[in-house]
């Protein structure tokens, strides 16, 4: 029994090397949603917003598991080898513990060593079916020290129900079953066994599908190793106590001890669920993952911004600043250290000669330099102080006045009078003209004095092309209304004002 165990063993580690790991990431991205279920959403929410610390559980998918292996009784008969086979469905209820229930079925059998045989043991059959509920652990899900893991070591415990239809070897041959076997209900009492739930099929002797209920403790371990992001190969070693006082799994009743099984089985497990809406079975992520990685590469915490010393305001962190008395708004070197860019000693912001030549070094406290001035240098500048600008001449001499008959029309003759006195405006640009109008006697006259005043400014800008600026608006003089005069200046004054009387406008 023991050196197939270890066959096994020597074949499922030369299979698991042969078969290539694939790496892991860390698990899942905590901003996808589509992995939490509805109710943990309003928790997973406030943890995307700050608002809470802890991200809620992601769904997570099932495991589907199949497993064929050894089985044996420890009893007082001597055991042989026997086989099982089991189906297992796996959920994680955190990234340690989860819960598995399966069914097992065990063929076992048994004969008697010489000893056994003198004290009238036989050989026996056992074929059991077991329907078990385990809490699994697992040992290595959570490290500091790596990502998620690639082999599940866990340890289990848990309860079966067990139903055992057990046979023993007659010692006169002609059993009521095949091979000369009998039914074993128990040596002392044939329709009653302790630790026993019930006995199905009832007590007969020839009841040929007669099994016992009993109870049973379920202890274990067990090491998965991952095959891909579906797959993982596991090795599991199992043992199942009866119930306080059975002993008849080996169809012989012997002293006070109880009978157990041991079930060592090669498992291929497989992972069930969409993975866009699941991340892998919890036990193959390590719930540091997000944590060691928001601390490599943050994503998700509210970092304050970082503000660095900085005492002048130059622009240049206090640790780095050779310099850091540096006055507001001077210009700085990468050191923080005030430039002077021609080297004479003073800085940029005092020197008042930037760029002093060398051959003029020393300089003064403002930083001009000490060479004497060139004599053409002095004789420009001499030039310079004694000049002055010539005054500005109007020369555009009389111009001539533009005759009224009545209103503020212009007549054909007038226009003519004005297309003349423009093309001299035009030849004189230095100066301005004063267009002037007369009649102050009354308000009346005022108006009629505007009117016409502004009817002659308007032919000379839009007709004759005078600038508007060239022309100064003056009206309501003393003088013969009937007449407008143009007259040169280097003065300045409005070229429009605002009708005096509008309402006393002329027809």
């Known amino acids: 029994m023991a050196s197939k165990k270890y066959i096994l063993v020597a074949v ?5 090397q042969s078969v290539g790991l694939a790496q892991t990431d860390w698990g899942w991205d905590w901003k996808d949603t589509s992995k939490v279920a509805v109710k943990n959403l309003p928790q997973h929410n406030e943890f995307l ?5 802890y991200p809620a559980k992601p769904r997570s998918q099932w495991e589907l598991g199949f497993g064929v292996g050894f089985s044996g009784i420890s009893g007082d008969v001597k055991s042989k080898t026997g086989f099982g086979g089991t189906i297992t469905l796996r959920k994680a209820l955190s990234n340690v513990f989860s819960i598995r229930t399966g069914l097992t079925g065990l063929l076992n059998s048994g004969s008697p060593n010489p000893y056994g045989a003198s004290i009238g043991q036989v050989d026996y059959k056992n074929q059991t079916h077991q329907l078990s509920v385990d809490v699994i652990a697992s040992l290595n899900s959570i490290s500091h020290y790596r990502g998620n893991p690639k082999t599940d070591i866990y340890v289990l415990g ?3 129900l067990n139903a ?4 023993y070897k007659t010692p006169i041959p002609g059993g009521n079953q095949s091979g000369g076997y009998s039914i074993f209900y128990g040596l002392n009492n044939p329709n009653s066994q302790a630790g026993t739930i ?3 099929g009832g007590a007969k002797i020839n009841g040929r599908n007669a099994f016992t209920l009993f109870h049973g403790l379920n202890l274990g371990a067990g090491i998965a190793f991952k095959l891909s992001d579906k797959l993982n190969l596991g090795f599991e070693q199992k043992y199942t106590f009866t119930a306080p006082g059975y002993d008849y799994l080996d169809a012989w009743k012997g002293g006070n001890s109880n009978d157990y099984y041991s079930y060592t089985s090669v498992r291929l497990n497989v992972n069930l669920g969409n993975k866009a809406k699941r991340v892998a079975p919890l036990w193959w992520i390590n719930p540091n993952n997000f944590i060691y990685n928001e601390l490599n590469s943050p994503k998700h915490m509210k970092l304050p911004k970082v503000v660095l010393p900085d005492a002048d305001g130059d622009g240049v962190t206090d640790q780095f600043d050779l310099e850091p008395n540096t006055p507001k708004g001077a210009p700085v070197d990468s050191h923080g250290v005030s430039k002077d860019t021609d080297g004479d000693g003073v800085p940029d912001f005092r020197d008042k000669e930037v760029l002093t030549p060398k051959s003029c070094f020393p300089v003064n406290n403002d930083g001009i330099g000490t060479c004497p001035e060139p004599a053409c240098c002095k004789e420009i500048k001499d030039m310079m102080a004694n000049w002055k600008p010539e005054k500005a001449e109007c020369t555009i001499g009389n111009l001539p006045s ?8 212009l007549s054909k003759d007038a226009q003519k009078v004005l297309a003349s006195a423009a093309d001299r405006i035009k030849a004189n640009p230095n100066c301005k003209v004063k267009v002037i ?31 508007e600026s060239r022309l100064i608006f003056v009206f309501a003089q003393d003088g013969d209304a009937n007449t407008v005069d143009l007259q040169g200046t280097l003065e300045d004054g ?6 005096p009387h509008p309402n006393l406008k002329s027809k």
């Open 12 to 16: 499922l580690i030369v299979l698991i």
């Open 49 to 53: 917003n700050n608002q809470y610390p």
């Open 158 to 160: 848990g309860y079966s």
């Open 164 to 167: 055992a239809r057990v046979l």
């Open 198 to 200: 019930t006995t199905m």
């Open 402 to 409: 533009v005759q009224f008959k009545g209103g503020a029309k």
């Open 437 to 467: 109008g007369y009649g102050a006697s009354s308000k009346s006259a005022q108006q009629l004095s505007w009117e016409r005043v502004n009817a002659v400014i308007k032919y000379l800008v839009e007709k004759q092309g005078v600038s």
């Open 494 to 499: 409005p070229n429009t004002v605002p009708a």
